[in-house]
């Protein structure tokens, strides 16, 4: 049975893994987007991440199409209040269009709540630092979003630790609303950033922590073995950067619990994720049927200690 979790210090309660939407509009199109949606909420999930910026990569977008389609979703399927919804600001969508300035932070949630046609947004995250704008205008230009209920509660993702610290004392101090959450790069492959700079201040802050790059771009789900693999997909390109001893060593030790558990390396993967009590919810996408099995069957997998330990050792860093 899937235990729901208790978002940080908010009252949001949502499912143990939150959905990449970053794939929407870009990998699936808008009916492979809704089938996958569809899944998700019929196996008890709750939580879908995404930004304004997705997915303006792609030739031809302008960002917001992630944002747009599960608008479309929600309003076609009239399960809005069923749903916990975080987006993201603050990632340069040219034309001006980026930072945590007041200005644009009035500009930019109007966006984000018409594309995804809503009248609230349950978490509003900052996606990047603005280091020309005062920590001071940022957060209270996120708590008059609040206030004017737009916005349910406010989030960090890609700030360094000391500026998300610097922002929570200055909303303390002046009877404002805090970042009540974290959303960092974190897996069993990328752990050194989090663990030394962001850990000890989640701990201090209580905060949630829902991080991304759960299965780091594909890598960890075992599907890429050697560099001849890596075309295997359009982001193929981007898991370059694990083929090495120690993400070797990562595998062959997801292979040897996967086989011993009669499961895979992506579940392994999340369950150790999941098993951290100091992870939140972790944000994992699928494309297929199968891969949503593998991050159902997460949730349920059930990791000792000694296998925890053997995970940590074999990606040690």
Same mark, same amino acid.
């Given at each position: 049975?899937?235990?729901? *979790?208790?978002?940080?210090?908010?009252?949001?309660? @949502?499912?143990?893994?939150?959905?990449?939407?970053?794939?929407?509009?870009?990998?699936?199109?808008? %009916?492979?987007?809704?089938?996958?949606?569809?899944?998700?909420?019929?196996?008890?999930?709750?939580?879908?991440?995404?930004?304004?910026?997705?997915?303006?990569?792609? =030739?031809?977008?302008?960002?917001?199409?992630?944002?747009?389609?599960?608008?479309?979703?929600?309003? &076609?399927?009239?399960?809005?209040?069923?749903?916990?919804?975080?987006?993201?600001?603050?990632?340069?969508?040219? $034309?001006?269009?980026?930072? /945590?300035?007041? *200005?644009?932070?009035? %500009?930019?949630?109007?966006?984000?709540?018409?594309?995804?046609?809503?009248?609230?947004?349950?978490?509003?995250?900052?996606?990047?630092?603005?280091?020309?704008?005062?920590? $001071?205008?940022?957060?209270?230009?996120?708590?008059?979003?609040?206030?004017?209920?737009?916005? *349910?509660? @406010?989030?960090?993702?890609?700030?360094?630790?000391?500026? @998300?610290?610097? &922002?929570?004392?200055?909303?303390?101090?002046?009877?404002?609303? =805090?970042?009540?959450?974290?959303?960092?790069?974190?897996?069993?492959?990328?752990?050194?950033?989090?663990?030394?700079?962001? !850990?000890?201040?989640?701990?201090?802050?209580?905060?949630?922590?829902?991080?991304?790059?759960?299965?780091?771009?594909?890598?960890?789900?075992?599907?890429?073995?050697?560099?001849?693999? /890596?075309?295997?997909?359009? +982001?193929?390109?981007?898991? +370059?950067?694990?083929?090495?001893?120690?993400?070797?060593?990562? /595998?062959?030790?997801?292979?040897?619990?996967?086989?011993?558990?009669?499961?895979? =390396?992506?579940?392994?993967?999340?369950?150790?994720?999941?098993?951290?009590?100091?992870?939140?919810? =972790?944000?994992?996408?699928?494309?297929?049927?199968?891969?949503?099995?593998?991050?159902?069957?997460?949730?349920? /997998?059930?990791?000792?200690?000694?296998?925890?330990?053997? !995970?940590?050792?074999?990606?040690?860093?």
């Amino acid at each position: 049975m899937m235990q729901n *979790r208790k978002f940080g210090k908010s009252d949001l309660v @949502v499912s143990p893994i939150s959905f990449g939407g970053n794939i929407f509009g870009w990998t699936v199109n808008e %009916q492979e987007s809704f089938d996958i949606l569809d899944a998700w909420i019929g196996a008890g999930f709750n939580f879908i991440d995404t930004a304004d910026m997705y997915s303006i990569w792609v =030739p031809g977008n302008v960002g917001g199409e992630s944002e747009t389609i599960i608008g479309n979703w929600m309003k &076609s399927r009239g399960n809005r209040d069923k749903i916990v919804i975080a987006t993201k600001l603050g990632i340069d969508m040219g $034309e001006g269009r980026c930072g /945590l300035s007041a *200005r644009y932070m009035k %500009q930019a949630v109007e966006d984000s709540l018409m594309r995804l046609q809503t009248d609230y947004i349950d978490l509003y995250l900052s996606h990047a630092d603005d280091p020309d704008t005062s920590v $001071e205008e940022t957060m209270t230009a996120f708590n008059e979003l609040i206030k004017e209920g737009k916005v *349910r509660y @406010v989030g960090a993702s890609n700030i360094c630790a000391s500026r @998300v610290e610097a &922002s929570n004392k200055f909303a303390r101090e002046n009877g404002l609303s =805090p970042y009540i959450s974290l959303q960092p790069l974190y897996n069993l492959y990328d752990r050194a950033c989090f663990e030394k700079e962001y !850990l000890s201040l989640v701990k201090e802050e209580d905060l949630a922590v829902q991080c991304y790059y759960s299965l780091a771009s594909g890598f960890l789900t075992g599907k890429y073995r050697c560099m001849g693999d /890596l075309t295997k997909s359009q +982001r193929g390109e981007g898991i +370059r950067q694990y083929m090495n001893e120690r993400g070797y060593a990562i /595998l062959k030790a997801q292979d040897k619990l996967a086989k011993e558990k009669q499961s895979t =390396p992506a579940q392994i993967a999340i369950a150790w994720l999941l098993h951290k009590d100091y992870v939140t919810t =972790p944000i994992a996408s699928a494309t297929n049927g199968t891969q949503l099995a593998d991050l159902f069957a997460a949730v349920s /997998l059930m990791l000792s200690d000694a296998e925890m330990d053997y !995970l940590d050792s074999a990606s040690n860093y």
